[in-house]
T-cell receptor, first 116, second 112 residues
Framework: GAVVSQHPSRVICKSGTSVKIECRSL??????MFWYRQFPKQSLMLMATSNEGSKATYEQGVEKDKFLINHASLTLSTLTVTSAHPEDSSFYIC????????????FGPGTRLTVT | AQSVTQPDIHITVSEGASLELRCNYSYGATPYLFWYVQSPGQGLQLLLK??????LVQGIKGFEAEFKRSQSSFNLRKPSVHWSDAAEYFC??????????FGTGTSLTVIP
């Protein structure tokens, strides 16, 4: 089946710094990628939707200047958390849909971000 | 707007007992429905999905779910639970924009 990877799997950064998370579709071209955020013992919340070559669409309440999303190619999307604060600590999960089946969505394994 | 409700935050069952996890959805069109399982610190694993056709859907690990349009439900079932089934379970609905909206999850504990 289709595989989506995320890198890094875990990252610790200091408050005020920026951190980039990569999401890659390994064996298919991802027309659309999605970013989710999950707080401990809570559900996944959709943050934004990104299509290759265009600006991401953010869900209400998500700061686009803080969570920069770039979808530069059909296999890579990046989420950059800028000027991170401890409250940004969370589990970030990406997913992707492909050209062959737009209803099938493949989730990455997630990235645990801890801001100290 | 679409939404998913999982009424049970936490369920405890004995190993070997049957299981049913409830999921209700709100969506204007024919929904695409999913159940995922998540172990601690891990990503999501797809258990099963419903797009159309037979309303009883078979998934992996012995799970099944039944789509009931009249009740706006998509409950997950398993006839005999194993200790390894202990995890967090999420129901989700996908809209026409391929965006997923998840329920709040049900935490399953399996006791020997």
């Amino acid at each position: 089946g289709a595989v989506v990877s995320q890198h890094p799997s875990r990252v610790i950064c200091k408050s005020g710094t920026s951190v980039k998370i990569e999401c890659r579709s390994l064996d298919f071209q991802a027309t659309t990628m999605f970013w989710y955020r999950q707080f401990p013992k809570q559900s996944l919340m959709l943050m934004a939707t990104s299509n290759e070559g265009s600006k991401a669409t953010y869900e209400q309440g998500v700061e686009k200047d803080k969570f920069l999303i770039n979808h530069a190619s059909l296999t890579l999307s990046t989420l950059t958390v800028t000027s991170a604060h401890p409250e940004d600590s969370s589990f970030y999960i990406c997913s992707a849909t492909g050209l062959l089946s737009s209803y099938e969505q493949y989730f990455g394994p997630g990235t645990r971000l801890t801001v100290t | 707007a679409q939404s998913v409700t999982q009424p049970d935050i936490h369920i405890t069952v004995s190993e070997g007992a049957s299981l049913e996890l409830r999921c209700n959805y709100s969506y204007g069109a024919t929904p695409y429905l999913f159940w995922y399982v998540q172990s601690p610190g891990q990503g999501l694993q797809l258990l099963l999905k419903y797009f159309s056709g037979d309303t009883l859907v078979q998934g992996i690990k012995g799970f099944e779910a039944e789509f009931k349009r009249s009740q706006s439900s998509f409950n997950l079932r398993k006839p005999s639970v194993h200790w390894s089934d202990a995890a967090e379970y999420f129901c989700a609905v996908e809209n026409t924009g391929n965006q997923f909206y998840f329920g709040t999850g049900t935490s399953l504990t399996v006791i020997p």
